[in-house]
């Protein structure tokens, strides 16, 4: 490993731990406390979630129970697939970053 490589390995190292807290978090969330917020211009914003909008700022309407099982579902697959990208980058730095089964 070159020593330019060193800040880059520990930002990697640094990233992979956030990865893991928030896989944590989002394992532990219940369906109902995930909102999908949908950002446009002015008023034109959407939110979906159990409880529907919670601002005149933005448009919004209650999702089903299903709809955030499944959001949480593909939030999980997403952390999981950053955890990977930062283990594969590591591992092109020569660093062995494979959490024991």
Do not use: W, Y
């Not at 914003?45 to 129970?65: I, N």
């Not at 955890?83 to 092109?92: G, Q, T």
Request: net charge negative; charged share 25%; hydrophobic share 45%.
């Amino acid at each position: 490993m070159k020593l330019t490589d060193i800040d880059r390995v520990n930002h990697l190292i640094t990233e992979l731990g956030t990865v893991k807290e928030l896989n944590g978090l989002v394992g532990r969330a219940d369906p109902a406390d995930l909102r999908l917020f949908i950002a446009a211009p002015g008023d034109a914003s959407l939110e979906m979630s159990a409880e529907g909008a919670e601002s005149p700022h933005h448009r919004g309407f209650a999702a089903t129970p299903g709809f955030l099982a499944e959001l949480k579902q593909r939030a999980l697959a997403e952390i999981t697939a950053r955890r990977h990208a930062i283990i594969s980058e590591l591992a092109a730095l020569g660093v062995d970053a494979e959490e024991p089964a």
